[in-house]
């Protein structure tokens, strides 16, 4: 089975994401994940994604070593990372890699495939679809991704979050790549770390911006 083509069953999607998330990324593209809670369920594919590369990487949460914050970056694949930012918003991430390496994949952007209604009562400022999960913080909004989601396995539905692979992967030409939105620093370089994945053309996909050298966001 091609690495491009995310496995069926749970023990071989836990071996196709424990590898390097610049690999891992871009075959995220297309896939989608789906919480469903009391409320409802509300699912997205994925459209935007950013690679971390841990310790070796100075725009990860990890590139310093373990602390309780991002403990769970160095467990097993295919647990959800969630962090809090900015005093406001939460952002998702799909741990990746080896056990002890902390590398993740950020969700960045994607389009609502179900549950719109409860997409757009969390999203009220959304002023289109389009807009639902167009920007990490965002996205993690419209799935209800809060805190208490850190660390849950997607791969088992614990916490009613799942991940699933595409109806359709795009076609590798469609995939473009660049720099990550909104790191500063030597993380920022879009010449070293080209790891921003996205499908080209999609409206879902959010504007570039560089980082703040004061306040970049890194994962």
């Not at 491009?4 to 590898?19: G, I, T």
């Not at 990372?81 to 950020?106: D, K």
């Not at 995939?175 to 939105?181: I, K, L, S, W």
């Not at 790891?195 to 879902?204: I, K, N, Q, S």
């Amino acid at each position: 089975m091609s690495d491009s083509r995310m496995p069926a069953s749970q023990s071989e999607k836990r071996r196709w994401l424990a590898r390097p998330a610049t690999e891992v990324a871009p075959a995220l593209l297309g896939c989608v994940v789906r919480h469903e809670d009391d409320d409802g369920a509300v699912a997205i594919r994925l459209t935007e994604v950013e690679a971390y590369m841990g310790s070796d990487d100075p725009g990860s949460h990890a590139f310093r070593g373990q602390t309780p914050r991002n403990a769970v970056m160095f467990g097993d694949a295919g647990h959800l990372y969630v962090y809090f930012t900015y005093g406001m918003h939460f952002c998702a991430n799909i741990v990746c890699g080896p056990v002890g390496l902390a590398t993740a994949v950020l969700l960045r952007g994607g389009e609502v495939v179900e549950g719109e209604e409860l997409a757009r009562k969390r999203r009220p400022a959304a002023r289109s679809a389009r807009d639902l999960a167009r920007g990490p913080a965002r996205l993690a909004s419209a799935l209800g991704l809060g805190r208490e989601l850190n660390g849950v396995d997607l791969l088992t539905g614990t916490g009613g979050v799942s991940l699933d692979a595409a109806n359709e992967y795009p076609e590798p030409r469609s995939v473009a790549t660049g720099p990550r939105v909104g790191v500063a620093g030597k993380g920022g370089d879009g010449g070293r770390f080209p790891w921003r994945y996205w499908l080209e053309g999609d409206p879902t996909v959010s504007r570039y911006r560089p980082g703040n050298v004061r306040r970049g966001r890194s994962l």
